[in-house]
T-cell receptor, first 116, second 114 residues
Framework: GAGVSQSPSNKVTEKGKDVELRCDPISGHTALYWYRQSLGQGLEFLIY????????KSGLPSDRFSAERTGGSVSTLTIQRTQQEDSAVYLC??????????????FGQGTRLTVV | AQSVTQPDIHITVSEGASLELRCNYS??????LFWYVQSPGQGLQLLLKYFSGDTLVQGIKGFEAEFKRSQSSFNLRKPSVHWSDAAEYFC????????????FGSGTRLLVRP
């Protein structure tokens, strides 16, 4: 597609339920990032995939959070047993050639997750 | 630890006035440096970036930023602010190695007075 696509755009879930958030990066982009933006806050790094390398999971806040990237393209962020503090906008970004000059990360519109 | 600091949470300027948003980083070596803007209801858009070379970088919408190695800073400037510039501005860094892990500051919200 023309840009990074995230679905759903909005998700309301009950506390304790599991949710899956999807990210379709720009075709050919080897790097994919997930961030969390809580209300009025900055972007909190969650996880980073680059090519076939092991993902950098250092930002995942708890073991309830996991992510995978299948076939080097689509990524799914899963939150198990959701809590109210998980409510936030989850942003996905992708970039073409990490570490190379003139590369940049392009962001999706985000998924707004509300846990009630 | 690697970090990015935007010391100003909010800044208010009058339309037509000049603007400077501060960004400081703490890294072992000079990283790649970026400024992104997030307008209400919009996604993040890249304003400008520094990779190497000239330390004064020009971006879109009339913005510029200056990299100062001695101060570990990458401040964003605009000579004359327009009402449409009201938004949240984020400084970001990525190490100059193959990891390219992109880390953001906490953001500065810009309000523009008519």
């Amino acid at each position: 597609g023309a840009g990074v696509s995230q679905s759903p755009s909005n998700k309301v879930t009950e506390k304790g339920k599991d949710v899956e958030l999807r990210c379709d990066p720009i075709s050919g982009h080897t790097a994919l990032y997930w961030y969390r933006q809580s209300l009025g806050q900055g972007l909190e790094f969650l996880i980073y995939f680059q090519g076939n390398s092991a993902p950098d999971k250092s930002g995942l806040p708890s073991d309830r959070f996991s992510a995978e990237r299948t076939g080097g393209s689509v990524s799914t962020l899963t939150i198990q047993r959701t809590q109210q503090e998980d409510s936030a906008v989850y942003l996905c970004a992708s970039s073409l050639m990490p570490g190379r000059q003139n590369t940049e990360a392009f962001f999706g519109q985000g998924t707004r997750l509300t846990v009630v | 630890a690697q970090s990015v600091t935007q010391p100003d949470i909010h800044i208010t300027v009058s339309e037509g006035a000049s603007l400077e948003l501060r960004c400081n980083y703490s890294y072992g070596a000079t990283p790649y440096l970026f400024w992104y803007v997030q307008s209400p209801g919009q996604g993040l858009q890249l304003l400008l970036k520094y990779f190497s070379g000239d330390t004064l970088v020009q971006g879109i919408k009339g913005f510029e930023a200056e990299f100062k190695r001695s101060q570990s800073s990458f401040n964003l400037r605009k000579p004359s602010v327009h009402w449409s510039d009201a938004a949240e501005y984020f400084c970001a860094v990525a190490p100059m190695d193959s990891s390219y892990k992109l880390i953001f500051g906490s953001g500065t919200r810009l309000l523009v007075r008519p």
